[in-house]
Nanobody, 114 residues
């Protein structure tokens, strides 16, 4: 079965960095685009970043462009989200998801204090 396990979240001060990881299994990771989403309290889940199956193409939400970087390691079935210059408005639960597959992990909490 499909499993997505996010990790790397935590509590950080504004301006600092975090690197999230998502370990995937149960599907052909190297053939699947991957997304990072986030959901803040009281808000809808939103797409933050997307990466193509080979890592050659990336797309970012305007709110994180220039601060976040999505990458992947197909040999390790893992997708990453490097988050720099964090802001309090980045506080959310972060999830990874395979494009076109209806499965979600448990998410990892990111809290940015001002």
């Amino acid at each position: 079965q499909v499993q997505l396990v996010e990790s790397g979240g935590g509590l950080v001060q504004s301006g600092r960095s975090l690197r999230l990881s998502c370990a995937a299994s149960g599907f052909t990771f190297s053939s699947s685009g991957m997304n990072w989403y986030r959901q803040a309290p009281g808000k809808e889940r939103e797409s933050v970043a997307t990466i193509s199956s080979d890592g050659g193409r990336t797309i970012y939400a305007d709110s994180v462009k220039g601060r976040f970087t999505i990458s992947r390691d197909n040999a390790k079935n893992t997708v990453f989200l490097q988050m720099n210059s964090l802001k309090p408005e980045d506080t959310a639960v972060y999830y990874c998801k395979a494009v076109r597959l209806p499965y979600w992990g448990q998410g990892t909490q990111v809290t940015v204090s001002s």
